[in-house]
């Protein structure tokens, strides 16, 4: 049990580096009130091509990195808890 705790630690800090490293990186997403004022169109081919993008693809394994996040340290203690 002692040897799943440490691979679960060194996992748990693999992954907040590197989602420490992808927020970092990623782009400002928001436009502000200048596309208020414009009209800013959604409903180009850029927005609905997005998720393929770089930038899509970073924000993604933002998200699955933080869950992933999330459910190693729920366990983690709940492993040290016991």
Do not use: C, H, P
């Not at 800090?13 to 009209?39: N, P, R, Y």
């Amino acid at each position: 049990m002692e040897i799943a705790k440490w691979i679960l630690v060194v996992i748990y800090f693999v992954v907040a580096l590197a989602l420490i490293i992808l927020a970092l990186i990623q782009t400002k997403d928001d436009a502000g009130l200048s596309s208020t004022i414009t009209g800013s169109s959604t409903n180009n081919f850029f927005e609905k091509n997005k998720g393929r993008t770089k930038e899509g693809k970073q924000k993604r394994w933002t998200i699955i990195l933080g869950i992933v996040f999330a459910i190693l340290t729920i366990v983690l203690g709940i492993i040290y808890m016991a």
